[in-house]
């Protein structure tokens, strides 16, 4: 290897990479972006270690509790759904449940941070005056949920995120880049073949893959699943089919490679974040909660850990598979009409 022709290719390179106005902005921006919104989520005030929720939450008395609600990294969750909230309880989203219309309060057994709760609320009720109205303990009934079981449907649809955005997305790109659309024009193929034979191609894939991964590991886990397999495959080919039809838009009319990357970053960090994949959003900012629901993955999980953790069937999660199917034909629209060959 000759100096000279390295430092030439170096040089220009780099030349390309700077005059390359789009691709050199995102991998500036996109990282200001990225910090700016964890600032913005995890900045608001002190870290809440535990979670506890009231129902209903205006019914909280000083006279009954003492400090407990004012404790420093307790955060207070207001319920609406007190059945939904026990749900939680179970799967370890919340700490502890209040029920101040029956006198009443809900603990899992098998949290550390349940135990410690308790101990904290029973200490605050030493000295207060009104302990005649003390309330009564229940314990959630039902079998342990391991992290790793509530954690597996977010990691499924992930991956399936990944695949789905990159491997539609930045492939069409650098077919576009390539010069291999331009040619395919030339040939009697139409757009819309074009694109349904790579959504289809990219949702067999990754559902064969997902598939033989959960399997595979299933094998020496043993994951929690209380529903259908029919239905969870059910909704993984819906929710892939969603996040395909996303990277379309994407791959639509972009011909730089480097542009369509920072792009589909720019999609994919968000909803790995902000859908739950690795932490339940009860407690985070109201607006982050709003912004997790325009994501698919979003729903995508949701469903999944309805089905696999709650035993629920698909008219239990309708609303998920609703939303999945609109956002679906919506990408699907608009990647088509945008399409170009070159």
Same mark, same amino acid.
């Given at each position: *290897?000759?100096?000279?022709?390295?430092?030439?290719?170096?040089?220009?390179?780099?030349?390309?990479?700077?005059?390359?106005?789009?691709?050199?902005?995102?991998?500036?921006?996109?990282?200001?972006?990225?910090?700016?919104?964890?600032?913005?989520?995890?900045?608001?005030?002190?870290?809440?270690?535990?979670?506890?929720?009231?129902?209903?939450?205006?019914?909280?008395?000083?006279?009954?509790?003492?400090?407990?609600?004012?404790?420093?990294?307790?955060?207070?969750?207001?319920?609406?759904?007190?059945?939904?909230?026990?749900?939680?309880?179970?799967?370890?989203?919340?700490?502890?449940?209040?029920?101040?219309?029956?006198?009443?309060?809900?603990?899992?057994?098998?949290?550390?941070?349940?135990?410690?709760?308790?101990?904290?609320?029973?200490?605050? !009720?030493?000295?207060?005056?009104?302990?005649?109205?003390?309330?009564?303990?229940?314990?959630?009934?039902?079998?342990?949920?391991?992290?790793?079981?509530?954690?597996?449907?977010?990691? *499924?649809?992930?991956?399936?995120?990944?695949?789905? !955005?990159?491997?539609?997305?930045?492939?069409?790109?650098?077919?576009?880049?390539?010069?291999?659309?331009?040619?395919?024009?030339?040939?009697?193929?139409?757009?819309?073949?074009?694109?349904?034979?790579?959504?289809?191609?990219?949702?067999?894939?990754?559902?064969?893959?997902?598939?033989?991964?959960?399997?595979?590991?299933?094998?020496?886990?043993?994951?929690? *699943?209380?529903?259908?397999?029919?239905? !969870?495959?059910?909704?993984?080919? !819906?929710?892939?089919?969603?996040?395909?039809? *996303?990277?379309?838009?994407?791959?639509?009319?972009?011909?730089?490679?480097?542009?369509?990357?920072?792009?589909?970053?720019?999609?994919?960090?968000?909803?790995?974040?902000?859908?739950?994949?690795?932490?339940?959003?009860?407690?985070?900012?109201?607006?982050?909660?709003?912004?997790?629901?325009?994501?698919?993955?979003?729903?995508?999980?949701?469903?999944?850990?309805?089905?696999?953790?709650?035993?629920?069937?698909?008219?239990?999660?309708?609303?998920?598979?609703?939303?999945?199917?609109?956002?679906?034909?919506?990408?699907?629209?608009?990647?088509?009409?945008?399409?170009?060959?070159?």
């Amino acid at each position: *290897m000759k100096l000279k022709r390295f430092l030439a290719l170096f040089h220009a390179r780099n030349q390309e990479f700077i005059r390359d106005k789009s691709a050199f902005g995102w991998n500036v921006i996109f990282p200001v972006i990225i910090v700016f919104g964890f600032y913005f989520a995890f900045s608001s005030g002190p870290i809440d270690l535990y979670k506890v929720g009231s129902y209903p939450s205006a019914a909280i008395s000083d006279k009954q509790f003492g400090d407990f609600f004012k404790m420093k990294h307790v955060k207070i969750i207001s319920v609406t759904d007190l059945e939904d909230a026990i749900a939680k309880i179970e799967r370890h989203q919340l700490d502890m449940l209040f029920d101040h219309t029956k006198k009443q309060y809900w603990i899992n057994p098998e949290s550390p941070a349940a135990y410690i709760l308790e101990k904290l609320y029973l200490g605050s !009720l030493v000295g207060v005056q009104d302990t005649q109205n003390s309330y009564s303990k229940h314990l959630q009934s039902g079998n342990e949920i391991r992290y790793v079981d509530w954690l597996v449907p977010g990691v *499924m649809a992930m991956n399936m995120m990944f695949s789905a !955005l990159f491997g539609v997305g930045f492939v069409i790109v650098r077919y576009r880049k390539n010069g291999v659309l331009k040619r395919l024009k030339a040939t009697p193929l139409t757009a819309l073949e074009f694109l349904s034979a790579q959504v289809c191609s990219r949702l067999l894939l990754i559902l064969a893959i997902t598939i033989l991964i959960y399997a595979g590991i299933n094998y020496f886990i043993h994951f929690r *699943m209380n529903g259908s397999y029919f239905d !969870l495959i059910f909704v993984f080919t !819906l929710g892939a089919f969603s996040l395909i039809s *996303m990277g379309l838009i994407v791959s639509a009319r972009i011909a730089n490679e480097e542009f369509a990357s920072g792009l589909l970053n720019l999609l994919s960090w968000p909803m790995m974040f902000l859908s739950g994949v690795w932490f339940s959003l009860e407690g985070v900012h109201p607006y982050l909660q709003k912004m997790a629901m325009i994501f698919p993955l979003t729903h995508l999980i949701s469903g999944a850990r309805a089905i696999m953790i709650d035993g629920a069937s698909l008219a239990d999660i309708s609303t998920h598979l609703i939303t999945l199917t609109i956002m679906a034909i919506l990408f699907l629209f608009i990647g088509a009409i945008s399409f170009r060959w070159d």
